[in-house]
């Protein structure tokens, strides 16, 4: 009997440590990585479309910029020449 129970468990022990190596998991590691790959081209594709719609919605903004701040300065050269006229009009009170 003792014999019998050593050798189902040397059977045993010999069975989980061959099935234990085994790899089964490199197929599903290679779906992952395809996935993986055809999401980071996903990712690309719309980041250039992002890049084109910013660019395009954008398109002009620095010399609409740049005309704004050149009105508003010749505006505030015009106030200020108001001002020294008005200034002028009232005179010195010294």
């Known amino acids: 009997m003792k014999k019998l129970f050593l050798s189902i468990t040397l059977v045993f022990a010999m069975t989980l440590s061959v099935t234990s190596c085994r790899d089964t998991t490199k197929a599903d590691d290679v779906n992952d990585d395809v996935e993986i790959n055809i999401d980071a081209d996903d990712v690309a594709d719309d980041m250039d479309d992002v890049a084109d719609d910013v660019e395009n919605r954008t398109d002009g903004a620095l010399e609409k910029t ?29």
């Open 66 to 94: 740049g005309r704004a701040i050149d009105n508003a300065a010749n505006e505030v050269k015009e106030a200020g020449k108001a001002i020294d006229s008005a200034a002028k009009e009232i005179g010195d009170d010294n």
